[in-house]
């Protein structure tokens, strides 16, 4: 009896292993692909200015939230790119204020990324939306926050 | 690709402003280059923790930073050489590889292709530790590189510009990114021991003060956005001398 729990055991035991391994590596190698996403089709885009080194990255599905706050300092130039997979559709971001308040709208325009100046330093907010989508399988795909500065 | 979940969440990013970053705002804003203030290049075959190592290979990258924005080229190179050999030790050699070295060495006079080069490998050491699950050690360096950046501005206060002066009272905001990086990874003792070694830079910097304001976006000539309004920040010397006298404490101990 003890032998044939000890046996169903290491069935049931191996393929969750097995399972836990196989997404482990899922999930290293879906990183992986978004540091290349990342490198050869966002930061192409940062173009003159310096990028941040942070690496704002992440699978995201539709109907997914990203959000990153940053201090921009005073009198510098940024470029704020918010880059997505084409699986994901047409991405979505928002500027706001230390007090919550909108300062930029992406929805309405068809531009992946927002040029500005700061006159005093400041902390702000950038909100991304993936768009939901109705479907049965919902596919992943990286969002990346880029922020470069120059100036 | 398929998703692996699917329900919808919110994917919070904390970041802080690069060492590259810190160390233009300081040219900016009239600081000159002071070689003693640098970490000696000696030190790092002492750091055999990952702590010491993490938090060191920031206050290297600090340097490196500094380094290359000042026009000092062989320095720029030495303390790139510096992080390779703390990145060997971290397991993440292959990033700043002899290849890279050697980029660098050749672009040695070229300003803008350092700066490429400093930031391009920053970013991948970062995503590598994204990738692996170093967590701890992300943070860590994030932690050396701020700290590094306060304390190389905060060296000669007494001759600083007004403008220096107030860059470092501004601080305080990257200060709070710089935490809540810190407070978003599982809780390990070295990010528990680089938190509390922090608690007296915060408590420097709650001398200075900041007035939220809200922000407004309007049309400079040029056709860029300029985004006016905002915090109005106040501080007083005696915080800015506080301020250099705690960072350099929690520096020291870790940069020794």
């Avoid at chain 2, 990258?61 to 500094?66: E, N, T, V």
């Avoid at chain 2, 303390?79 to 050749?106: E, K, M, P, Q, S």
Wanted: glycine share 8%; net charge negative.
């Amino acid at each position: 009896m003890n032998v044939t729990h000890s046996a169903m055991t290491a069935i049931k035991t191996i393929p969750l292993a097995a399972l836990a391994l196989v997404m482990i590596f899922t999930v290293a190698d879906a990183t992986a692909q978004c540091r290349t996403f990342t490198k050869k089709r966002c930061l192409p885009a940062l173009e003159d200015y310096v990028q941040n080194d942070n690496y704002n990255t992440a699978v995201l599905i539709p109907g997914d939230e990203a959000e990153l706050e940053l201090t921009f300092f005073g009198d510098r130039a940024y470029r704020l790119l918010v880059c997505g997979h084409p699986v994901l559709g047409d991405l979505t971001f928002q500027v706001l204020d230390s007090r919550g308040n909108g300062i930029y709208d992406s929805s309405d325009k068809e531009k992946d990324h927002f040029d500005f100046r700061v006159a005093n330093t400041q902390q702000m907010t950038i909100r991304v939306q993936v768009p939901p989508k109705e479907a049965v399988i919902q596919h992943e795909g990286c969002v990346s926050i880029m922020v470069g500065s120059k100036g | 690709m398929p998703a692996r979940r699917q329900k919808a969440f919110k994917q919070i990013f904390h970041a802080v402003p690069s060492p590259i970053e810190t160390a233009m705002l300081l040219e900016r804003s009239g600081i000159r280059f002071d070689s003693g203030a640098l970490h000696t290049l000696d030190n790092a075959a002492g750091y055999t923790t990952t702590e010491l190592q993490s938090v060191n290979l920031g206050i290297y990258a600090g340097d490196l930073s500094y380094s290359v924005i000042f026009n000092q080229n062989q320095q720029s190179v030495d303390y790139l050489n510096t992080c390779r050999r703390l990145c060997d030790g971290l397991g993440v050699g292959d990033i700043i590889n002899a290849g890279l070295i050697a980029r660098a060495d050749n672009n040695r006079d070229i300003r803008d292709s350092l700066v490429d080069i400093v930031t391009d490998t920053f970013y991948s050491l970062n995503a590598r530790f994204r990738e692996n699950g170093m967590e701890e050690v992300s943070g860590l360096m994030a932690a050396g590189g701020w700290i590094e950046g306060v304390y190389l501005g905060t060296r000669s206060l007494n001759t600083s510009t007004d403008d220096l002066k107030l860059r470092i009272a501004e601080q305080k905001m990257t200060l709070e990114n710089l935490m809540g990086l810190l407070r978003s990874y599982a809780p390990t003792p070295a990010l528990k021991g680089m938190m509390e070694a922090l608690t007296p830079v915060e408590a420097a910097f709650a001398g200075v003060t900041i007035t939220e304001n809200a922000a407004a976006a309007s049309a400079a000539e040029d056709g860029m956005v300029v985004i006016s309004g905002g915090p109005e920040v106040q501080y007083d010397q005696a915080t800015l001398d506080a301020i250099s006298e705690t960072i350099a404490a929690v520096r020291n101990q870790y940069a020794k």
